[in-house]
């Protein structure tokens, strides 16, 4: 399966605790976004980014929450100090460039729970 | 801040019945997309439409961007159980982020 790829499919984390969530992108793309989604909700932008570039973070919280996305591997999605609030599913999609019309191929997504 | 308002939240029908879900919004977007989504899945893209005034149909779906390209509806002619789901609109917005809708969740009875 060439698709996106998301590890782990399931976190569980205390308050307090780090959350790393990955995102390999499909082969050939170099064009990553992040998502979250609460229940019953749509998904809501967080993140896009380039190889070792941030393009638009204008929907990460400003604290606790950082990405990246190097020349090699995949992209991650960082959380430190995890609080209830941060429970969500959180999707990551790949394009293979920016043209507007680039379909995104979303991953089905890491599912993070904070005790 | 570009927004996207989709209605309804909910809709529970029976198995034959027609039905609409509408997506607006006070901003142009150089497109819009329709997802579906099912549960512990990613979003699948159904459609996009780029086109004001543009109609596109998939089977029993019927999906049409506004002339103004500030809204779009989609339209499912009998549906079937096998539709039920959760439907989402987005705007590709000119960074090529996507700005979506509430959602829709669809639940179709035999």
């Known amino acids: 399966n060439a698709g996106v790829m998301q590890n782990p499919r399931h976190l569980v984390r205390r308050r307090g605790q780090e959350a790393r969530l990955r995102c390999s992108p499909m082969?050939?793309?170099?064009?990553v976004y992040w998502y979250r989604q609460l229940p019953e909700e749509g998904l809501k932008f967080m993140v896009y980014l380039q190889k070792e570039n941030i393009i638009d973070e204008s929907g990460m919280p400003k604290e606790r929450f950082s990405a990246e996305f190097p020349k090699e591997g995949p992209s991650i999605l960082r959380i430190q100090q995890v609080v209830r609030g941060d429970s969500a599913a959180y999707f990551c999609?790949?394009?293979?460039?920016?043209?507007?019309?680039?379909?995104?191929?979303f991953g089905d997504g890491t599912r993070l729970s904070i005790l | 801040t570009q927004l996207l308002e989709q209605s309804p939240q909910f809709l529970s029908i029976q198995e034959g019945e027609n039905l609409t879900v509408y997506c607006n919004s006070s901003s142009v977007f150089s497109s819009l997309q329709w997802y579906r989504q099912e549960p512990g899945e990613g979003p699948v893209l159904l459609v996009t439409?780029?086109?004001?005034?543009e109609v596109k149909k998939l089977k029993r779906l019927t999906f049409q961007f506004g002339d103004a390209r500030k809204d779009s509806s989609l339209h499912i002619t009998a549906a079937q159980p096998g539709d039920t789901g959760l439907y989402l609109c987005a705007g590709v917005s000119n960074t090529g982020k996507l700005i979506f809708g509430q959602g829709t969740t669809l639940q179709v009875k035999p």
């Open positions: 439409v780029v086109t004001g005034g």
């Open positions: 082969k050939g793309h170099s064009h």
């Open positions: 999609a790949s394009s293979a460039r920016t043209a507007l019309n680039q379909p995104q191929h």
